[in-house]
Each structure stands twice: as structure tokens, then as C-alpha cells.
């Protein structure tokens, strides 16, 4: 200690500045308001004093040995500083990179944290000490300036983005911060230009922090409720205070390495080396532990706020984890959305099935393949009271909870931890045991109260997806019901044309055509039934893309079918026409239409099918002089499942006949008056004369 170190401006200066963020702290101490608000301008004012203060210990005892001491608390303040500004900011923050998670937000505190490094790293020479020839610490000096820059704009910045009606309540106070950062501006840019820290200027920067204190407590005055803007989220506060303890950790760190340096002689700089290397690995491990992330944020919860949660966000976070879940395993989904509540990292889900309980997903629990049934104690409990349980609270006051008694294979895990039902209205759809935390949680009515929310929130998605699920299956059989009705349809009209063959078997079983005919008719139903087969299977219901099928070879297909039973069936035109459509359902349909005109024209068996082209469309015309139908039964029961006038029919072959059209992007228009017979017109899309048979549509 120098004789004379009261009269160093220094003692003084910061010894003034020391008493006065001192105050500020006891102010806020003394008038506290819960919040993280209050809470992280204490650490701002505490971190500012203490600094002060050695800079003091310095003053009095100048030494390299209470400079860092000084110059590391010194660093500290600016981290503090800066985790305030950042916390400020990111509240405000609607750019699109905050709204994607924080982007804009993290980018900022990862520069900040590069330059809170770059000065740990670098250091500064005490004041009046130059270093002409080491540019270290010409680095150091630019990594202060640095830092001072970036935390004006950071003030700049959280002024810019307040609310007008708020401003003059934040304003004292970001006109402080910015006051002590100006003030590092100017000693750092001249220790920039001369190489040494002008002992004058870091005298009076201890006076410059304390002026600012009257305008930080301006602030608290004005704003006694805090009801202004500067709410501080959750995500943030522990983003913060992550940052102020990784940025503690490292000064600490880095007078451990100082101190052995200088006391290990020879071997100092590699342990020094060591050191840091060990710290940041350990730094970074520490970082990317669960557990240590559930820790902090359960101390943010109990020291900084009111209230455990944020709500808002945690009702998001489980909602969107509820929704990551696929439509056929939402299971996983709901237990994992009900742990990360409770910072469980796992459990299991009994689901209801039929009368029992069954589990059906676990994560980090035995497997238990018992079924419980809906008579059993647990879940008529759980049913009546909705409760949520902890299990050894359960088994240790078991009077408490109508001496329940739970099933042995729950009991007996060791890692059950709670029992949160799944409800919705007076059912119980299922009900999740969740194991024990990453972290000790106290179950208070706030825990309970959130758990019983998200479990009736879980219930119903769970029903739902049960309800959908169901709802495929019933959509699945009634597809496969419609396919087997056109199945059937299909092999009416195939025996159709067995009978039609048998009846004139007696009369040309001797003439070679109709043997060669019958043969081929036989073959074509064969084959028919063959493809009638394959599509009731599940795969075979897809429709194929249309392909380019020429039309006036499909109509003579039909026309030599209905040779082989003798009947009369004319075709005009056709010849190289293509449409887009299918060649064995066009064929289908085409039959389909000439096998109902030829039933309606029984005194006039003649039918005509007539194909032509108009621009862009290929147009089938069955025409036929029969009985003809009205406007009414045309327009209300043509096309409609199940309407027939025939005492044999089924009602569906018209109705499939215009499904199909339409699926190819045709149309199937009637013309028809009663006793003038009936013109069936087939529209469908032509394919341009450069492609070729079966070229798939675009």
C-alpha cells in the first residue's frame, strides 16, 4: 500500500462508484418486485459494484496480482451489461428470424459471447504500463472497444424497438447504460491509439458509472410496477443467465490459469494451456447435458418469476409436439409432450381397448403385456377423480387416495414417478406413467393443475386419432363393398353373355365361325374375371393413368363378342381415333351401354355405335329404338346406386359407366324420349395424332 494512496483520484472514483451501484442493488433488493425484469438489473448493479470495488483494491494496492483481480471483474460487469441489453432486445424482437426460434437473438448473444471471450483471451496491460513491441495487447484494446460498440447498439437498439408510450420510462435507464459504455469508448479508442491505458482517463472512468445510477433509479420510479415492455421470456431469461454463468466460469477459469502460469514455473504456460482446454470441454459438455438445461430453467422458474411456467409457451411447445406425431403413432407424440411438462425423459401409455388397458408405447420402462381391465382399481379411480399421481405418495398413504391400491406392474418400477390421466369428458381413454425427472420437481398445485390441462388436452387427441383411425377402416370396407358391387355387376354381364352363347348352342354347335367364336367369347371371359379378381385386392382399387387407346379398335372388340351370340350390333367410324382412357374399362363400359340398349330394344334389336371426332374430343355415340326413358327418371334416378327398372338388375352399371368417364376427364350425356328409342354419348379427351397407343397422359 502507498503511502499516499488517498489521494489517488482512482480510490475515490471508484470508491464512489462502488457505493453508488451498491445502492442501486440494496434499492432493488429493498423494493423488490418478482420477475426477471428487477432480477437481472440486480445482477447489472451487483456486477458493476463489485468491479468498482476492486478497481479500488487496485488503486490502493497496485500490483499485477489485483489488476487482474480488477480487470476480471471488470469483465464480468460487461457481460452482465450486455446480458441485460440482450435480454431487453430479444423481447422485442418480431423480425422473422426471432419468430423462426430465436435466430436473430442467438446471433447477437453468440457475438457477444466471441467478444467477451476475444478479451478474456487477450487481457489489457494495468493503466500506464505501454507494450510498444507485444500487439496483444493492441488486440486486447480493440476487443474493448469492440465490446463497447456492440453494446451501444444494443441500447441503440432496445430504445428503437420500445413503444413510443414506453420510452419514457426505459429511457433514464438505457441513457445510463449507454453513458458507461461511451464513456469505455472514449479510454479504449485512445488506449487504441497510444498503446497503453491512460491512468487519467481510467481514474475518471469510476465518477463517469456513478452519475449514471441517479438515471437507472429515474427509471425504477417511474416504472414501480414494471408494467412497461421490458417482460423478459423465458427462453430468454435462461438464455441470459446461461450466458452471465458460462462468461463467470470462464474468468475463473482464467485466473486459475494465471495463477499457474506464474507458480509453475517452466511448466506454467502448457498447465495454463491444459486448463483452458479442459475448461471449454467442460464448458461445452456442461452446455449440451439435459439435465443441467432442466436445472437452470427450473432455478429461473423459482428465482425470477412468478409463476413456474410461461403459459403461452408451453402450451405451444405442447401442441406442436403433440402434432409431430404420425397418424399412425400419435402415441409416442402425447408422452413425450406430457414428460417435457415435468422434464420426465420418459414413460409409458396404457390405452384403452375394448374393456381393458393395454400398454401400447414406453420409452425407458419395462414392458408389461398384462391387460388391465376397466374394473380394476387404477382406472376407475383415475375415471372418477382425474386425479394426478405420484406413485409413492399412493403407496405410501394409501388412505389418502381411498386406500387405492395399484397393479403390482406398476408398483414394482422403480422409475415411476406419476400417473396422469387421459380424459375426455367422463371417459378414460387412456391414462401415462411418466418417470422420475432430470431434475427434483415439487408437485404444487401449479404442476398438478398443468398436468391435469394437457391430459385432458391428450385425451382428446387421442380420441380422435382413434376416431380416425376407425373411420379408415370403415372407409376401407366400404371401398371394398363399392369394388365387390361392380364385381358383381361385372360378372352379371359376363354371364350374360354365357347365357347368350348357350342359347344358340343347340343351333350352330356344328358351324366352324361360331366354335371359333364361342371359343374366343369363353377366352375373353376368363380373362375378364381373371382381371375382376385382382382388383379386389387392396392394391389392385388404384386407377392406372390414362393412356392413349385407340377407340375404333375397342367398339370392334365389342362388336365381335356380340357376333358370337348373333345379335345385331352396327358400328360407323373409329378407324385410328385415340382418347385417353383405359382400354379393358372402356371396353367395360362400351359393352355395359350396348348390353342395355339391346335389353330396351327387344321388338328392334338393332343398336348402332357411331365414333367420330369434333376438335379436341373423341365422341361414342350407342344408339338404339327402344323404349326410351323420361326427363324425370334421366335426371333423378339414371345415375343414382341402386335404382334399376330391370326385375334382374342392380342398379349400379349406369352409375359406374359415368364414374369412370368422368374420372378420365370425359362426360356421358342422354338423349332420350320415351318409345323413340335412347343415344348414350361418351365424350372423352383425343390425343394428338403425333402419339402413340398406350403413351400415358401427362
Known amino acids: 500500500m502507498t503511502a499516499s494512496w488517498y489521494s489517488h483520484p482512482g480510490v475515490w472514483s471508484y470508491g464512489f462508484a462502488a457505493l453508488a451501484f451498491a445502492w442501486l442493488a440494496l434499492r432493488l433488493m429493498t423494493h423488490w418486485q418478482p420477475g426477471g425484469k428487477p432480477a437481472m438489473l440486480l445482477a447489472m448493479a451487483g456486477a458493476s459494484s463489485a468491479a468498482a470495488a476492486a478497481a479500488v483494491l487496485f488503486a490502493v494496492l497496485p500490483s499485477m496480482n489485483t489488476w487482474w483481480i480488477a480487470w476480471g471483474l471488470d469483465l464480468l460487469r460487461s457481460a452482465a451489461i450486455l446480458g441485460f441489453l440482450l435480454a431487453f432486445l430479444g423481447v422485442r424482437d418480431k423480425s422473422k428470424e426471432a419468430q423462426r426460434g430465436g435466430r436473430g437473438w442467438a446471433m447477437l448473444a453468440s457475438i457477444g ?66 453513458g458507461v459504455l461511451a464513456f469505455d469508448l472514449v479510454l479504449y479508442t485512445d488506449a487504441l491509439l497510444f498503446r497503453v491505458l491512460e491512468p487519467d482517463l481510467w481514474s475518471a472512468r469510476g465518477i463517469a458509472q456513478a452519475v449514471t445510477v441517479p438515471l437507472m433509479l429515474i427509471t425504477l420510479q417511474r416504472a414501480r410496477d414494471w408494467s412497461f415492455e421490458l417482460s423478459i421470456s423465458r427462453g430468454v431469461m435462461t438464455g441470459s443467465t446461461a450466458l452471465l454463468a458460462a462468461g463467470a466460469y470462464l474468468v475463473l477459469m482464467s485466473g486459475a490459469g494465471l495463477l499457474l502460469r506464474y507458480v509453475g514455473g517452466s511448466w506454467g504456460r502448457a498447465l495454463e494451456s491444459a486448463l483452458v482446454f479442459a475448461a ?6 456442461v452446455g449440451m447435458s439435459a439435465t443441467f438445461r432442466a436445472k437452470l430453467r427450473v432455478l429461473v422458474a423459482k428465482n425470477f ?33 406430457l414428460g417435457d411438462l415435468v422434464e420426465s425423459p420418459g414413460g409409458a401409455l396404457w390405452l384403452r381397448d375394448v374393456d381393458a388397458y393395454r400398454q401400447v408405447v414406453r420409452s425407458g420402462l419395462p414392458a408389461d403385456p398384462a391387460r388391465l381391465p376397466e374394473t380394476d382399481p387404477l382406472p376407475a379411480f383415475l375415471r372418477r377423480t382425474g386425479w394426478v399421481l405420484e406413485i409413492s405418495d ?38 401415462v406413467v411418466l418417470t422420475e425427472p432430470r431434475v427434483k420437481i415439487d408437485l404444487d398445485w401449479e404442476v398438478l393443475d398443468l398436468l391435469k390441462t394437457a391430459g385432458r388436452q391428450a385425451g382428446s387427441y387421442l380420441a380422435y386419432a382413434q376416431a380416425t383411425e376407425a373411420l379408415l377402416e370403415a372407409r376401407k370396407f366400404d371401398a371394398f363393398h363399392r369394388m365387390s358391387t361392380f364385381v358383381v355387376h361385372d360378372l352379371k354381364n359376363l354371364i350374360a353373355q354365357l347365357q347368350l352363347l348357350l342359347s344358340n348352342v343347340e343351333r350352330h354347335r356344328d358351324n366352324p365361325d361360331f366354335q371359333r367364336d364361342m371359343l ?38 365389342v362388336q365381335a363378342l356380340r357376333a358370337a351370340g348373333r345379335s345385331g350390333l352396327k358400328v360407323e367410324g373409329g378407324e385410328g381415333m385415340l382418347a385417353w382412357a383405359h382400354d379393358d374399362l372402356l371396353e367395360r363400359v362400351i359393352s355395359h351401354l350396348v348390353q342395355n340398349a339391346f335389353d330396351a330394344s327387344e321388338a328392334q334389336p338393332d343398336v348402332m355405335v357411331r365414333v367420330r371426332r369434333e376438335g379436341d374430343g373423341v365422341f361414342i355415340d350407342v344408339e338404339d329404338r327402344g323404349k326410351g326413358m323420361t326427363p324425370e327418371f334421366i335426371r333423378d334416378r339414371l345415375f343414382r346406386p341402386f335404382e334399376t327398372t330391370k326385375d334382374s338388375g342392380m342398379g349400379i352399371g349406369a352409375f359406374e359407366c359415368q364414374q369412370y368417364v368422368q374420372r378420365v376427364g370425359g362426360r356421358l350425356e342422354v338423349e332420350s324420349a320415351p318409345e323413340q328409342g335412347t343415344r348414350m354419348r361418351i365424350r372423352l379427351r383425343a390425343v394428338e395424332p403425333a402419339r402413340s397407343v398406350n403413351e400415358v397422359a401427362a
Open 305 to 337: 418469476f412468478t409463476y413456474r411456467y410461461d403459459y403461452r409457451e408451453e402450451w405451444l411447445r405442447f401442441t406442436n409436439t403433440l402434432g409431430s406425431g404420425t397418424a399412425a403413432e400419435p402415441w409416442y407424440a402425447c408422452v413425450q409432450a
Open 280 to 285: 471449454l470441454l467442460l464448458l461445452v459438455a
Open 113 to 178: 459471447l466471441v467478444l467477451l471471450l476475444a478479451q478474456l483471451l487477450l487481457g489489457v496491460k494495468p493503466p500506464g504500463v505501454p507494450d510498444l513491441e507485444v500487439t496483444t495487447h493492441k488486440l486486447g484494446f480493440a476487443s474493448q472497444l469492440a465490446l463497447a460498440v456492440f453494446g451501444l447498439v444494443l441500447a441503440e437498439q432496445c430504445y428503437r424497438r420500445t413503444s413510443a408510450g414506453a420510452r419514457w420510462q426505459v429511457r433514464p435507464l438505457l441513457l445510463g447504460i449507454a
Open 520 to 557: 374366343r367369347t369363353i377366352e375373353h371371359v376368363v380373362g375378364r374375371m381373371h382381371q375382376l379378381t385382382l382388383q379386389l385386392r387392396p392394391e389392385g382399387s388404384a386407377t392406372d393413368p390414362a393412356r392413349a387407346v385407340d377407340v375404333g379398335a375397342v367398339v370392334r372388340r
Open 394 to 431: 399412493v403407496i405410501a398413504k394409501s388412505s389418502k387416495y381411498e386406500s387405492l391400491s395399484l397393479p403390482t406392474s406398476i408398483a414394482a418400477i422403480r422409475e415411476a414417478w406419476l400417473i396422469v390421466p387421459l380424459r375426455t369428458a367422463d371417459q378414460l381413454v387412456g391414462f
